[in-house]
């Protein structure tokens, strides 16, 4: 388990209608009251939960449905036509992965297929199926505008402009990905599917599911069963949050568990600062002995390397820049 969270094997529950909504036209209203209860809303989930639900975003539910069909198209290739987007590095373009991720000492295991595109600051995308480029293209340039605003919300919870996240991070030059997950169907494959309960890199992730449930959140030592609401996202606030913010909004663990026999496809957006940039507690957030710093500083870029390796051994890339108190 990683330092944010207790060391007992949590049980599973489900909750589904204490997760906290955020009606995002409010944010971006522009009227000054509805943006300050709704930014104070974001600080409150991000502290008590570290994800909410996201609706009225703005973005067209055709888009986003013509996205899960052409991503299924995508997978429903011939396994030599995915080959060429073999993933072969953390900072390859293109990466196509699939297989089964170890579970535990016990070696059970769970099967997902994935493609990850790295969408900004360059855009890349594979040209099959067609129209797969042109509809990443508009989708993911939606979504990062949504992320951007969203991290504004998020500074001013913590009692800065609205503007000093990005610009400490450096995110006009963001480095953002898209995964695009898919779980086959029972007929498909007849085994366990799923993914192993993780951290995201970055600030904040953008989820959206096409409606079969799996998806589950570790909050007070229990996972906890997200329930979907039409055309919403689900945010899950990530690693680099939480470094930044010097611990106040932690890093939200969670899972996919596939009890559902369907397919299962996920969009899934994070966020982060630009490669360059070394994130470390905000120095605002810092104050000698009184709030001293949690996490050592690190290189976005190293992160990533450092998240791939020690994930794989079964470790938090926190083990290492954690400062204990």
């Given at each position: ?117 790295i ?101 007070n ?38 009890k ?17 940039t ?5 120095s ?10 949690r ?7 190293e ?23």
């Amino acid at each position: 388990m990683s330092p944010s969270e207790s060391n007992g094997e949590p049980t599973s529950i489900e909750v589904q209608d204490s997760i906290p909504v955020i009606d995002y036209s409010l944010l971006t209203s522009g009227i000054p009251n509805e943006r300050s209860k709704v930014v104070q809303d974001i600080g409150k989930a991000c502290e008590d939960w570290g994800c909410f639900m996201l609706v009225n975003h703005g973005i067209p539910e055709t888009l986003i449905q013509e996205m899960m069909g052409i991503s299924d198209e995508f997978f429903n290739m011939t396994k030599e036509e995915k080959l060429e987007f073999e993933a072969h590095g953390v900072f390859d373009p293109i990466r196509c992965t699939s297989g089964l991720n170890l579970v535990n000492q016990n070696k059970d295991t769970l099967w997902r297929e994935c493609l990850r595109l790295i969408v900004h600051p360059d855009f890349n995308c594979p040209l099959k199926p067609p129209g797969l480029s042109e509809l990443a293209f508009d989708y993911v340039k939606r979504t990062r505008a949504i992320a951007l605003e969203l991290v504004k919300g998020v500074s001013e919870s913590l009692g800065f402009e609205a503007s000093y996240m990005n610009h400490e991070l450096n995110l006009d030059a963001s480095f953002q990905l898209l995964a695009i997950n898919y779980y086959p169907s029972i007929l498909e494959f007849d085994a366990s599917r799923g993914l192993i309960q993780h951290t995201d890199h970055g600030l904040l992730t953008l989820l959206y599911e096409n409606g079969v449930p799996g998806l589950e959140v570790l909050h007070n030592g229990k996972w906890v069963g997200i329930g979907s609401i039409p055309n919403a996202f689900f945010i899950i606030s990530a690693d680099h949050l939480e470094i930044f913010s010097n611990g106040k909004y932690k890093g939200k663990f969670h899972r996919t568990v596939m009890k559902d026999e369907r397919k299962r496809i996920t969009l899934v957006n994070t966020n982060g600062p630009s490669l360059d940039t070394i994130v470390g507690p905000s120095s605002r957030l810092v104050d000698g002995e009184n709030r001293p710093p949690r996490y050592l500083p690190m290189k976005y870029s190293e992160y990533l390397e450092c998240q791939t390796r020690l994930v794989t051994a079964g470790k938090h890339p926190f083990d290492e820049i954690r400062i204990h108190i």
